[in-house]
């Protein structure tokens, strides 16, 4: 099992920026990826970043430029930087880690953008 606690959200203006952390316990071993999903009010939940475990990194169109996700392997760590925020990016988000086997998710953080 593997245990996820994400925190870092809040209440930002438009153009703000916000750093999103998540923090990973247990059998961290067996995971290959970190990755950050969103989900806005009525919509569907969409990957907007994610790194491998060597580093590799993908990302949503709509954030690239403006949202940057990294690793601290020692603290078990993962981060989304995210700036130039608008307010089309209000949303939770949640951190998800990837084995071969299935997908852990953590409780998610909510992020609220005013216009």
């Known amino acids: 099992q593997v245990q996820l606690v994400e925190s870092g959200g809040g209440l930002v203006q438009a153009g703000g920026s916000l750093r999103l952390s998540c923090a990973a316990s247990?059998?961290?071993?067996?995971?290959?990826?970190m990755a950050w999903y969103r989900q806005a009010p009525g919509k569907q939940r969409e990957l907007v970043a994610a790194?491998?475990?060597?580093?590799?990194?993908n990302y949503a169109d709509s954030v690239k430029g403006r949202f940057t996700i990294s690793r601290n392997n020692a603290k078990n760590t993962v981060y989304l930087q995210i700036n130039s925020l608008k307010p089309e990016d209000t949303a939770v988000y949640y951190c998800?880690?990837?084995?071969?086997?299935?997908?852990?998710w953590g409780q998610g953080t909510q992020v609220t953008v005013s216009s």
């Open positions: 998800s880690a990837h084995s071969l086997s299935r997908a852990y």
């Open positions: 247990g059998s961290i071993f067996s995971i290959n990826a």
């Open positions: 790194i491998t475990n060597g580093g590799s990194t």
